[in-house]
């Protein structure tokens, strides 16, 4: 088996290919006999995505031939490859995004390719054999732009010792779903253990690091069943009830019952309830799965409020190919055989990213299989801006200045819709 090789740093010889190229989004000539391709993802994927698994299996059926893999560091980095694809050239063959909607900002200039164009959706992966919505949280405008891999949805992951310690669960020992946010934040200060003025363990991690933006729109998803303007495109969070909401956060931040740990380590949630150590967290709900190891049948599945009648933010991360790669014969070859294989049922069972062939979610046996799908069915994708990684990471900034007192709510709302205002919205 050929080498695999990973690259912690961005460099990826983007300098040496300044000004080298062609025009933007020129057509490439495909090399049919090509016998290497460059994988870029970032660190969590190789890992939680069995990258290396899929990267074996694929060399050993295919002797002879190699594929790299190279990390990248976060959605912000994708920009360099923006300058480089422009000019014509790509060190990279398949690039793995962290949620499909931050792809787009390479649709308007051509940059990735259209698998609508290719022969990719024929044999097993035929259109019919995808899941549910995961085709369309990838396309726009009939343009299917990425792939999916690992289907999700945010909401609730909670800890049922916690909840049974404290009195909170029903009289069939369930935990109920609450209706409110009220009631939820009611559920979190119960759970909040203090000793005098300092917090031991708060009620509940909210992830407000880099995901800021996934939660938000989650959370006014399910509260509101939009997260835009009546003009069904622009996004806001200044409505009554996000309004409502995010008093709640900066009331239980403030008393320490919801915890700010994300601020600077975004997985800290993740990993306190792996942990067994945090009673819940509101993010990706994939944490149910994850944590089965270590907290066993106490880690559930909790409905945050309207998502079950709303859903939530659902997403996939998404497997782009760009336009300048001379490999996208072999490169549509590994995603077919490799990263559309029975590894996702893998994937699944030890981080709770569900299979995007039906083939492959059938084989997952578990209740929160169910409730995680029930509540993909009926969420929404994110945004899909061109400018969304900027938001992102700009609307990040601005709600952790407002749940720290540095800024009030009507500062926080204000600033972000300017923020939307100048951002570009299309994503051609």
Known sequence: MAAIACTVTLALTLAACAGQGGAAGAKVTQNEKSTSINVAAQAWMVEKFHMNDMVKEFEDANPGTTVKIVQYP???????FSLQWSQGKSDQDIVVVDGSSTAVQFLAKNLIIDFNTTNFFSGPTAKDKFVGESLKFNSLDGAQFSIPIGLETYNISANKKYFEKAGLTDAS????????WDDLYA??????????????????????????LSTMISVEQAVRGSFYKEDGKTLTFDTPEMRQVLQIWKKGV???????????????GRSNFNAGNVP?????????????????????LVAMPGSL?????????????????????LALKFIKEAMMSDVQVTIAKQWGKLPVLSSEFDKIDAPWRDQMYNLVKISKPAPMYRDLPEMQEKG????????????????????????????NLNAK
């Open 396 to 423: 990040k900034q601005m709600l952790q200045q407002y749940l720290t007192g540095k800024i009030d709510l009507d500062k926080f709302l204000s600033g972000f819709e300017a923020l939307v205002g100048q951002s």
């Open 187 to 212: 559920m979190a200060k119960k759970l909040t253990v203090k000793e005098g003025n300092s917090v031991k363990m708060p009620g509940m991690t909210i992830q407000w690091g880099p995901n800021a």
């Open 309 to 329: 009648k709303n859903g939530s933010y659902g997403f996939t991360a998404g497997i782009i190919v760009p336009t300048a790669s001379k490999n996208q014969a």
């Open 254 to 268: 403030d008393e320490g019952v919801f915890s700010i740990d994300t601020f600077s380590n975004k997985d800290a």
């Open 280 to 300: 819940m967290v509101l993010e990706t709900a994939a944490h149910v799965a994850e944590a089965i190891p270590t907290i066993g049948k106490n880690s559930q």
């Open 74 to 80: 976060d959605n912000q980095s994708l920009a360099n």
């Open 173 to 180: 020992g369930n935990i109920p779903n609450p209706a409110t």
